[in-house]
């Protein structure tokens, strides 16, 4: 009648996912992004370790996705000039290196690769906690005094 408790903890985690992105910046879903695909690496590497090769393949594939269908989708190539297009060559290296790790078994490329992954979280971040530079706004109060 009621289903599994699972399928409720699954809807109700589901739900907190969703609402954090709803209510993210573009700045913060990036990070998002590298933070899920660096979990989908990881769980790649236990489940290598473990001798799980289906779960292995499927985490090893998402963090593929992840990289091609999120990070690499986001990039304006346009605007962002040669920061987009290194970043652009930079993902897919990481995703020819997933693929290599996953045929070969390879921790060691899953880790230079979420090592890369880290790293571009890490300057992503302080670049959104950095300040712009620009001059405060000011509430309507102080604009009138």
């Known amino acids: 009648m009621f289903g599994s408790p699972q399928r409720g903890v699954n809807a109700y985690a589901k739900v907190g996912l969703?609402?954090?992105?709803?209510?993210?910046?573009?700045?913060k879903?990036?990070?998002m992004l590298y933070d899920g695909a660096i979990v989908a690496i990881l769980n790649g590497m236990t489940h290598m370790?473990?001798?799980h090769i289906e779960e292995k393949g499927k985490a090893i594939s998402k963090a593929i996705q992840i990289i091609d269908n999120g990070l690499r989708a986001s990039l304006d190539r346009e605007v962002g000039g040669d920061i987009a297009r290194n970043l652009d060559a930079l993902y897919e290296y990481m995703s020819s290196r997933l693929?290599?790790?996953?045929?070969?078994n390879s921790t060691e490329i899953l880790e230079e690769v979420r090592g890369l992954l880290a790293d571009l979280r890490d300057t992503w971040k302080q670049i959104?906690?950095?300040p712009t530079g620009a001059a405060p706004l000011r509430s309507p109060?102080?604009?009138?005094?």
């Open 29 to 31: 879903l990036i990070v």
């Open 18 to 27: 969703e609402t954090g992105i709803a209510a993210a910046s573009p700045h």
């Open 99 to 104: 693929l290599m790790a996953n045929l070969q």
């Open 49 to 51: 370790k473990a001798g």
């Open 128 to 130: 959104g906690d950095e």
């Open 141 to 145: 109060s102080m604009a009138n005094g």
